[in-house]
């Protein structure tokens, strides 16, 4: 049996962490051989491999990124798209694939395996911790530890210049790194893509918290949106899967800020530091948790598989069950937050 494994979409700490239980397992319990795909669903799209032994796996558990590489690459959208991945799977001998990935990735080898008949196990990614089926991806909690640290530097310069810190975090569709960051790091003000904000009851928060002789800090996700605006696009590029490029709601809320309550306001945009470097622990324990149990999948032929988080156990969902919905912030868990705005 020779195994493929290809990571996609936007890289997430704790990838290298799955390759490496997968590759260990699957060659030290079922005698696998594997073949790593280069740059997400680009590798079998255009036959593009790296080496992937035990060798190849060693050191790499702390490391961020991932050693395959990833891109955004959406196999359906080219012209005999699933035709040119099954004939390159083929040819390279490769009899099944372990997809590492979010809801775009995943929903590729979801269609692969249900259309195709390509056989496919999925691994859930995502810093967003969006995808539903599972409790919690890996890479948030690293992301929400990142953004954590980040809030608690901005309290101390923000108290000690009295303005105003607005913290923009990702989180495109759900505020779910906004709104654990936010409460574990003491915000006075989150926002989340999930609820409209009011901006003067913001500036109302604003002002009380001045009040009370302290300086506001103000966490916002990048697909936060005002009552009567849109979200804020860095560009207007898609990628192939149809998402545009968010940032910008940080700088432009504290413009506002500034222009409502006359007090100072700067932004700091986290970006790509929430997605870099090493991974947490519990990072890494569930990314190699989620490593053993894919490998077993394939083990059972258990195609259109997806390895999912429920409570500490480790189970098998269809992977067309988790991309169905995207897992948002349900109201009642952001209402609680809201004893601390102000
Ligand atoms: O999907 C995870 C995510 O981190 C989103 O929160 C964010 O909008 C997006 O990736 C940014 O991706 P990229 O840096 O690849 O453009």
Same mark, same amino acid.
């Given at each position: 049996?020779?195994?493929?494994?290809?990571?996609?979409?936007?890289?997430?700490?704790?990838?290298?962490?799955?390759?490496?239980?997968?590759?260990?397992?699957?060659?030290?319990?079922?005698?696998?051989?594997?073949?790593?795909?280069?740059?997400?669903?680009?590798?079998?799209?255009?036959?593009?491999?790296?080496?992937?032994?035990?060798?190849?796996?060693?050191?790499?558990?702390?490391?961020?990124?991932?050693?395959?590489?990833?891109?955004?690459?959406?196999?359906?959208?080219?012209?005999?798209?699933?035709?040119?991945?099954?004939?390159?799977?083929?040819?390279?001998?490769?009899?099944?694939?372990?997809?590492?990935?979010?809801?775009?990735?995943?929903?590729?080898?979801?269609?692969?395996?249900?259309?195709?008949?390509?056989?496919?196990?999925?691994?859930?990614?995502?810093?967003?911790?969006?995808?539903?089926?599972?409790?919690?991806?890996?890479?948030?909690?690293?992301?929400?530890?990142?953004?954590?640290?980040?809030?608690?530097?901005?309290?101390?310069?923000?108290?000690?210049?009295?303005?105003?810190?607005?913290?923009?975090?990702?989180?495109?569709?759900?505020?779910?790194?906004?709104?654990?960051?936010?409460?574990?790091?003491?915000?006075?003000?989150?926002?989340?893509?999930?609820?409209?904000?009011?901006?003067?009851?913001?500036?109302?928060?604003?002002? @009380?918290? &001045?009040?009370?002789?302290? $300086?506001?800090?103000?966490?916002?996700?990048?697909?936060?949106?005002? *009552? +009567? =605006? /849109?979200?804020?696009?860095?560009?207007?590029?898609?990628?192939?899967?149809?998402?545009?490029?968010?940032?910008?709601?940080?700088?432009?809320?504290?413009?506002?800020?500034?222009?409502?309550?006359?007090?100072?306001?700067?932004?700091?945009?986290?970006?790509?530091?929430?997605?870099?470097?090493?991974? @947490?622990? &519990?990072?890494?324990?569930? $990314?190699?948790?989620?490593?053993?149990?894919?490998?077993?999948?394939? *083990? +059972? =032929? /258990?195609?259109?598989?997806?390895?999912?988080?429920?409570?500490?156990?480790?189970?098998?969902?269809?992977?067309?069950?988790?991309?169905?919905?995207?897992?948002?912030?349900?109201?009642?868990?952001?209402?609680?937050?809201?004893?601390?705005?102000?």
């Amino acid at each position: 049996m020779r195994v493929g494994v290809l990571t996609g979409g936007g890289d997430c700490p704790g990838l290298n962490a799955v390759i490496r239980a997968v590759v260990r397992k699957g060659t030290q319990e079922y005698g696998y051989d594997f073949t790593g795909f280069r740059d997400g669903w680009r590798g079998p799209l255009e036959g593009v491999t790296v080496r992937l032994d035990i060798p190849a796996v060693r050191g790499i558990l702390p490391r961020g990124g991932t050693i395959l590489g990833s891109s955004r690459t959406n196999p359906l959208k080219q012209q005999d798209g699933a035709r040119r991945v099954r004939e390159n799977l083929a040819e390279l001998g490769v009899d099944a694939l372990i997809a590492i990935g979010g809801e775009d990735t995943l929903g590729v080898a979801g269609r692969l395996y249900e259309e195709y008949g390509i056989p496919c196990v999925g691994v859930p990614k995502t810093i967003d911790n969006d995808l539903s089926a599972t409790d919690y991806t890996f890479g948030f909690d690293t992301a929400v530890n990142i953004a954590t640290e980040a809030i608690d530097r901005l309290h101390t310069t923000a108290e000690s210049h009295m303005r105003v810190l607005v913290c923009e975090v990702m989180g495109r569709h759900a505020g779910w790194i906004a709104l654990h960051s936010g409460l574990a790091g003491g915000a006075n003000v989150i926002l989340i893509p999930e609820q409209r904000f009011d901006v003067d009851q913001v500036c109302a928060w604003v002002t @009380s918290r &001045f009040r009370a002789s302290y $300086a506001p800090i103000v966490v916002v996700a990048e697909g936060a949106m005002p *009552r +009567d =605006g /849109d979200v804020h696009l860095k560009d207007g590029t898609l990628d192939s899967f149809g998402h545009v490029r968010l940032s910008g709601i940080g700088e432009w809320l504290a413009k506002e800020i500034e222009r409502r309550t006359g007090r100072e306001a700067r932004t700091t945009v986290l970006g790509h530091i929430q997605r870099g470097g090493t991974p @947490s622990a &519990f990072d890494r324990w569930l $990314a190699t948790r989620f490593g053993l149990h894919a490998i077993d999948c394939v *083990r +059972d =032929g /258990d195609w259109g598989a997806m390895v999912a988080l429920r409570g500490t156990d480790i189970v098998r969902v269809p992977i067309t069950e988790a991309t169905a919905r995207l897992k948002t912030v349900d109201p009642a868990l952001y209402e609680e937050a809201g004893v601390f705005f102000g």
